[in-house]
């Protein structure tokens, strides 16, 4: 028989991308408030991996990946992914989005993003939110599944998770160095 212990925190990551440099830096002011400050952030990075989001953002989507310093449990993922639908909503322009904010978090053994999509490899996690299990962590890197979104099977962002990984590895251990011994 198992014996039930509570999760690791994990490191709370968010892709988010616009056509509009503006809205992407206003959207990781607004993450800064409600989830603490950030230590790291990528510089804008083309987005071109898909048509998909022109109708809502239009063409010419620029991205940003930014990570939190404070971990968080797993399962704020849910909560967070409706305070991030609600940014979006707040930026919307007659019900179309202008900016797309991905909320995911990075493990010891995956990297999970939280998705409204139900599918197969999408396990629904509570109030309408699904976890998206994108990338798994084995032979010392990232690994992409056969469902993993192309740009996440990108070398630079699989290097890029990589080096986040090692900063929560960090993180983690410090926390759990720091933690009060029960007996």
Do not use: C
């Not at 503006?22 to 959207?27: G, H, K, M, R």
């Not at 239009?58 to 609600?86: M, V, W, Y």
């Amino acid at each position: 028989m198992s014996k039930p212990r509570n999760a690791d925190p994990v490191k709370l990551i968010s892709s988010i991308f616009s056509s509009e440099k503006y809205l992407i830096n206003e959207a990781v002011k607004l993450l800064m408030g409600r989830f603490g400050p950030i230590d790291f952030a990528t510089e804008f990075i083309p987005f071109e991996y898909t048509s998909y989001y022109a109708d809502e953002m239009g063409f010419n989507q620029k991205r940003r990946f930014i990570s939190f310093k404070k971990l968080i449990n797993p399962d704020a993922l849910p909560k967070i992914k409706l305070i991030t639908n609600e940014i979006e909503k707040d930026y919307s322009e007659g019900g179309k989005r202008k900016i797309n904010i991905d909320p995911g978090y990075i493990s010891l053994g995956n990297m999970i993003l939280a998705t409204g999509k139900p599918y197969a490899h999408r396990p629904y996690l509570k109030k309408g939110i699904y976890a998206d299990l994108t990338l798994i962590y084995k032979k010392g890197g990232f690994q992409p599944l056969e469902w993993t979104y192309p740009d996440y099977r990108e070398a630079e962002i699989l290097q890029m998770l990589a080096v986040l990984r090692g900063k929560y590895l960090i993180d983690l251990l410090k926390t759990k160095k720091e933690a009060p011994k029960t007996e």
